[in-house]
C-alpha cells in the first residue's frame, strides 16, 4: 500500500488521503483480506479528521485489474459522466453517480462488465451511502473488524 496524506500548513490538520497503489498478492485475493484492510483504513481515516478519502479505480473488464469495480461495491463514489449514462440500460439511467448504481438492482453487474476507470472518494461523513455501501459488504460477506 501506498498512501499519500495532505496537511493544512497552518493548521497541522490532516485534510485528504489518497490510497496511490493498493495491491494484494494473487493468493490473497478474494479472501477478505482487501475488504477489510480498505474498511479499517475508513474507519481510521474518519476518526482522525480527515475529510477526503480517494483514489484511482483503475482496470476494466476482463484485464484482470478490477479496481474500477473493487472500490465501488467497497462504497467509493464518483459522478457517472454522460457517456457512462449512454451505456446503461434504460432501467439504469437515473443514476448519476455510482453509489446509486451500486444500490440499483442489476447496476453493480453492469458496472462490473462495462465501468470504466475514474477516481472515485469515499464520503466519510457518518450516515453517508458509502458507509452503507461499505457495512452491508462486510456484512453479506462475513468481514469481521
Given at each position: 500500500?501506498v498512501?499519500?496524506?495532505?496537511?493544512?500548513?497552518d493548521?497541522?490538520?490532516?485534510?485528504y488521503m489518497?490510497?496511490?497503489?493498493?495491491?494484494?498478492?494473487?493468493?490473497?485475493?478474494g479472501?477478505?483480506f482487501g475488504a477489510?484492510?480498505?474498511?479499517?483504513?475508513?474507519?481510521e481515516?474518519a476518526?482522525?479528521?480527515i475529510?477526503?478519502?480517494g483514489?484511482?479505480?483503475?482496470?476494466?473488464?476482463?484485464?484482470?485489474?478490477h479496481?474500477y469495480?473493487?472500490?465501488?461495491a467497497l462504497?467509493?463514489?464518483?459522478?457517472l459522466?454522460?457517456?457512462?449514462?449512454?451505456?446503461l440500460?434504460?432501467?439504469?439511467?437515473?443514476c448519476?453517480k455510482?453509489n446509486?448504481?451500486?444500490?440499483?438492482e442489476?447496476?453493480?453487474?453492469h458496472?462490473?462488465?462495462?465501468g470504466?476507470?475514474?477516481?472515485?472518494?469515499?464520503g466519510?461523513?457518518r450516515?453517508?451511502?458509502?458507509?452503507?455501501i461499505?457495512?452491508?459488504?462486510?456484512?453479506?460477506?462475513?468481514?469481521?473488524?
Amino acid at each position: 500500500m501506498v498512501r499519500v496524506l495532505w496537511q493544512d500548513a497552518d493548521t497541522g490538520q490532516l485534510t485528504y488521503m489518497a490510497n496511490d497503489a493498493f495491491f494484494l498478492q494473487l493468493e490473497y485475493q478474494g479472501r477478505g483480506f482487501g475488504a477489510r484492510s480498505c474498511a479499517i483504513e475508513v474507519a481510521e481515516v474518519a476518526r482522525l479528521g480527515i475529510q477526503y478519502l480517494g483514489c484511482e479505480a483503475a482496470g476494466h473488464f476482463g484485464s484482470g485489474i478490477h479496481r474500477y469495480y473493487v472500490w465501488p461495491a467497497l462504497g467509493f463514489d464518483a459522478d457517472l459522466d454522460d457517456a457512462d449514462i449512454a451505456r446503461l440500460p434504460d432501467h439504469l439511467k437515473d443514476c448519476t453517480k455510482l453509489n446509486g448504481l451500486f444500490l440499483t438492482e442489476g447496476g453493480a453487474e453492469h458496472w462490473r462488465i462495462h465501468g470504466v476507470p475514474k477516481y472515485v472518494f469515499f464520503g466519510l461523513e457518518r450516515g453517508s451511502t458509502s458507509w452503507a455501501i461499505l457495512n452491508a459488504y462486510l456484512h453479506e460477506n462475513g468481514i469481521e473488524l
